[in-house]
T-cell receptor
Framework: DAGVIQSPRHEVTEMGQEVTLRCKPISGHNSLFWYRQTMMRGLELLIYFNNNVPIDDSGMPEDRFSAKMPNASFSTLKIQPSEPRDSAVYFC????????????FGAGTRLSVL | DQQVKQNSPSLSVQEGRISILNCDYTNSMFDYFLWYKKYPAEGPTFLISISSIKDKNEDGRFTVFLNKSAKHLSLHIVPSQPGDSAVYFCAADKTSGSRLTFGEGTQLTVNP
């Protein structure tokens, strides 16, 4: 299996622009997670889906952030408009709920908002 | 409210010696614990886990110890190798749950 695939690996944008991060989970996994890693706050859970349904979005910082999972093999995290404080590494992870709590992470997207 | 804490941001050990990484938690509902390893420019990768019904789990050079009364777990790496140099995150969950709460991470450096 190819593992969790995230794109792009790096994104540089200007303040105010829309940013879309993409994730393809491991085939057969039914839970998907979006995390943000910063020096100050470590690994924060932003939102997670179970069977394509958002279960907990309490970690989403504000309305500028939105996430979708239109099908079992694809998810997006969108920031609109982006701000410099959104600069971070964003990780997507997937797991098979019911077969342990092990989450498998993608390589991450490093976002820089200038 | 930091429910999982790794109080040491960094640890440096000599190759061949033991590395001990520590983690504390506050939520008594947590009953499943994991350690992840992260190299630069990569995502975290699962290393080892332990359920609260055990107090020790071993996998090769890696052993995780759980002290439920102290709400403390530790990861032992013996012997340490330079390739073990990475950031180590502990994480906790309820067995019935599906989300992990991560600690802040500890940067381990193993010197040749």
């Amino acid at each position: 299996d190819a593992g969790v695939i995230q794109s792009p690996r790096h994104e540089v944008t200007e303040m105010g622009q829309e940013v879309t991060l993409r994730c393809k989970p491991i085939s057969g996994h039914n839970s998907l997670f979006w995390y943000r890693q910063t020096m100050m706050r470590g690994l924060e859970l932003l939102i997670y889906f179970n069977n394509n349904v958002p279960i907990d979005d309490s970690g989403m910082p504000e309305d500028r952030f939105s996430a979708k999972m239109p099908n079992a093999s694809f998810s997006t995290l969108k920031i609109q408009p982006s701000e410099p404080r959104d600069s971070a590494v964003y990780f997507c992870a997937s797991s098979h709920h019911g077969l342990g709590n092990i989450q498998y992470f993608g390589a991450g997207t490093r976002l820089s908002v200038l | 409210d930091q429910q999982v804490k790794q109080n040491s941001p960094s640890l440096s050990v000599q190759e061949g010696r033991i590395s001990i990484l520590n983690c504390d938690y506050t939520n008594s509902m947590f009953d499943y614990f994991l350690w992840y390893k992260k190299y630069p420019a990569e995502g975290p990768t699962f290393l080892i886990s332990i359920s609260s019904i055990k107090d020790k789990n071993e996998d090769g050079r890696f052993t995780v110890f759980l002290n439920k009364s102290a709400k403390h777990l530790s990861l032992h790496i013996v012997p340490s190798q330079p390739g073990d140099s990475a950031v180590y995150f502990c994480a906790a969950d309820k067995t019935s749950g599906s989300r992990l709460t991560f600690g802040e991470g500890t940067q381990l450096t193993v010197n040749p």
